[in-house]
């Protein structure tokens, strides 16, 4: 059987099982991550189980630990489905809730993990889970086993995997499984796709603002420089205001977006990557046709830092109303938490990057201190912002800070670092190795480590890092 048919039918499998549990009344506890893929994920299984008229509740977590399992144990739920966390803990949920839990992920697991029926992870089909589905594409082969017509939120996987930076294919376009949900969700009428420039706020941001805020690639002089780039802009006759109104990149034809990229080039033929760069600035953008123009919705790239937004800044249950289609109230408040975020993260940006005692360079990795300002969920979008910037981007970076009793990091892998190491599985065996706990993908991930173990477990994972750079050459 091809590794195509094998998911499908152990989709259908756990889509039969749930339909069971749908039919005997039972309550099912969704238990989603707090980043976009884990609500979407959650979001998909909740409006699968809604439509077909189960009882189901979803909460969401930052982490999965033993302490939290037996929490989740207390509230002696019929069934758990835990979406994109879990992996690595099967043999701890079997032990708690024994038959009623499933696990939909698609995080790296280790071998033992490979065989078990309960745990629905895309590696043991032999697809990578860091750039072929996310979690939610995992969740939407399910939703539709049990319903064809669940192709209606086929668009809730697509901000999943872009949220996810799986667009990894030429000039950001999704591959594989992604594919073939992006098929379902154009088919719909529920998604655009289309070659264009890649400034992130399309939707919503002035075109000048929009140009201040790209860092990937880093536009020297415009960058972080919003009186440049509406003086660069302005220069080249572009009318950068409407009735009144800033437009945005969604409001200009194209030969204004011309104009556009005519203005970056200079600045970026300044410096060496240049070829590279200018090409990055191109690629698809995926627009969500049903959302209405100028909301922070109809981008998708807008939509999976607001889902991501609202899970790091402790509002995740309204993340999940909005994927489940709530665009009042929910809507509004997500703005709101949105704005924080923003205001958090580039507070933090700023305070780490002015403290020089906050930053420590390593052989194989530069390590920013967030002890004492980053909480705990912000680690994650701290790490990849500071992961783009020039200063950090030839080494692999990690964040910390500290939370009770451990340290916990995000650690990320530039693609300029030129590093080949799968971050996800190394962290996890270290971590593992000095009493904590620890996973991701090949170039994201994260770890708890005691408070005691901090200098062992430095000192170990510098030591790998160089040694794979040296057999590396
Ligand atoms: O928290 P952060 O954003 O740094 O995590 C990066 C990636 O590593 C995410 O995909 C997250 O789910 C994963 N991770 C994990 N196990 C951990 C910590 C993080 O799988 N203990």
Redesign the pocket.
Known sequence: MSQLKEFEKRAEVIGKCILSLIDEKKTILIIG?L?ADGITSASVMGKTIQRKKGNYIIRIYS?MNSKILMEIKKGEYDFHIFC??G??LATEIEDIFKDKWIILDH?QIPSKEQNMKQVFNIWQFNYDGSKEISAAGMAYFVAKKIDVNNTDISWLPVVAMIA?RQDQGERRSVLSLNRMILDDAVKEGLVNVRRDILLYGRETKPVYMALASMNTPFIPGLSGNRDACLATLASTGLEMKQNGRWRTLADLDEDEKKKVIESIIPHLTQVETSNEDVDSLIGDVYTLEKEDEHSSLRDVREFGTLLNACGRMKHAGVGVSICLGDRNESLIESEQILKEYRKTLSQLIQMVLEDDTRIIEKNAFNMVIGDGIVDEEM???L??VLSGIPRFELKILLVRTTTVGHYKF???RPPQAGVSINL?ITV?EI?DQYGG?????EA?????IPTARLKVFLRTLNKRLQNNNENNG
């Open positions: 991550h980043d982490e994109e966390l992996a690595g995080h996810d680690l994650g979008s790490a990849s995000s650690l990320r996800g996890k971590a706990n620890g996973g991701g993908h994201a991930a994260g770890c708890k």
